[in-house]
């Protein structure tokens, strides 16, 4: 994996059924363990300065697949840190050919920090206090759909 969250291998449209129905991109967790699915705090996807919302936007975790909801009340399964997650984002006809500037945060929680500090975490803004190996960044990527 690359030391960036949004990885460039993986980011694609996806066609179903002779159909462009899609995009997708994947992204790495930036924390020295695992966490649970129900740990994930997602946020809002932009692209090029179009905003997609948590709704339009399904995480692929070892192989299955999962909304924003159904991650929130899933405490079982795990994240790795040497798996990527893929992001599959509706939007009919995909993205053009050519270049496309990607900003998505998400951050998670944990046991050992304090209630009150994760209580103030917003995936789509930038903490007062710079902390990525918490997933409390909001993450920014140029990449190429060819």
């Known amino acids: 994996m690359e030391r960036e969250v949004i990885q460039s291998v993986g980011f694609r449209n996806i066609k179903e059924n002779d159909r462009i129905t899609g995009f997708q991109f994947k992204i790495r967790l930036p924390y020295y363990r695992g966490v649970f699915l129900s740990q994930i705090m997602p946020g809002t996807l932009y692209v090029d300065g179009e905003k997609f919302e948590k709704e339009d936007i399904v995480w692929q975790i070892n192989g299955e697949e999962y ?4 991650m929130s009340e ?3 399964t795990h994240w790795a840190v040497t798996e990527p997650a893929v992001l599959k984002v509706k ?11 990607l900003s998505y945060g998400f951050c998670f929680t944990s046991s050992y920090m304090p ?3 994760q209580n103030a975490l917003n995936p789509d803004e930038e903490l007062f ?16 759909i060819v």
């Open 67 to 70: 909304t924003c909801e159904e």
């Open 74 to 76: 899933d405490w079982q």
């Open 91 to 101: 939007k009919e006809g995909g993205l053009a050919q050519g270049f496309h500037d």
């Open 115 to 117: 209630p009150s500090m």
């Open 129 to 144: 206090v710079f902390l990525p190996e918490f997933g409390h960044h909001v993450n920014k990527r140029r990449l190429l």
